[in-house]
């Protein structure tokens, strides 16, 4: 729909608050809900710019379906893309935060993880997402728009492993609806350890450690990803290499008593 529930509008306020992004695209903008409540957070209440003129926050949108758009949403968005945001988001740039309301669930699964990572890849910090959870939430088509269409289900299993703070609200007789906030390098490096792990079940083992290695080169440091690639390591017997790795990851994250714990059981292991 153009609109959607009102109720996970404090949470994501509070999540706006505590990122103070200064430039954001709303995916599936609609009727502007996320945009408005943004530009008067973020630019009027706590920039004390009430005037158009004065305002710095960039607020950009993305929306399929162009007969939503009138003049109140281009009175609030900087800019506004019409077209299928899957392939559009190709075409921008780099955004403090992203926010997808309701967009995942008119996607087909798979090729939603894909988008998310495209999202994840444009943007500097975090990612909001809310969206409704569960099989009873089912809709079709409407407002003259085929793109209305629920297309795909989700469980709050799908995304907590990769989020850093969530809130679910229960609706009677329809399931959770969640919303989400999620660091944008946590979401791509959970997606390269699955495709890591991928290659390594089907065998590609040392095709996995090659990828591994080099995509782990230009991300911000990860724990669970540099373990993953020790693991590979040690799974193939390469205690040396195992040792390496834990070697770097020790150098990356000092302060970590696992790290030290795991390169002595190897090195003792090596030495044996």
């Known amino acids: 729909m153009p609109t959607s529930t009102y109720s996970q509008i404090p949470t994501v306020v509070s999540y706006l608050q505590a990122v103070m992004p200064s430039s954001l695209l709303d995916i599936g903008l609609g009727n502007g ?4 409540i943004a530009r008067d957070l973020l630019d009027v209440m706590l920039g004390e710019r009430y005037h158009k003129k004065d305002w710095k926050i960039k607020i950009d949108g993305i929306e399929i ?21 899957y392939d559009v988001i190709d ?4 955004y403090d935060l992203i926010y997808l309301g309701d967009v995942l669930e008119h996607i087909e699964k798979n090729r939603a993880y894909d988008f998310l ?3 994840a890849n444009h943007c500097n910090r975090f990612l909001i997402l809310s969206i409704p959870l569960g099989e009873k939430w089912i809709q079709p088509e409407m407002y003259g728009n085929p793109h209305e269409e629920h297309l795909s289900f989700w469980n709050a299993e799908d995304f907590e492993e990769f989020s850093i703070e969530k809130s679910y609200l229960d609706f009677p007789n329809i ?13 791509i490096h959970y997606r390269l350890r699955g495709k890591a792990n991928a290659l390594f079940v089907e065998g590609k083992e040392t095709e996995s450690i090659l990828y591994l ?4 080169s230009g991300l911000p440091p990860n724990l669970e990803s ?3 690639l020790a693991d590979f390591y040690l799974q193939k017997k390469n205690l040396q290499g195992t040792i390496d790795q ?27």
């Open 33 to 36: 809900k996320f945009g408005f």
């Open 65 to 85: 379906f162009e007969n939503y758009i009138q003049d109140h949403q281009k009175s609030i968005y900087n800019e506004i893309f019409i077209g299928d945001a």
């Open 91 to 94: 075409e921008l740039g780099q």
């Open 117 to 119: 990572e495209k999202c």
């Open 175 to 187: 399931g959770q609806y969640g919303t989400f906030l999620i660091k944008a390098e946590d979401f």
């Open 213 to 216: 290695k080099e995509r782990l």
């Open 226 to 228: 540099n373990y993953l």
């Open 246 to 272: 834990l070697k770097i990851t020790q150098e990356m994250f000092p302060e970590e008593p696992s790290v030290k714990e795991f390169l002595e059981q190897v090195t003792l292991a090596a030495a044996t």
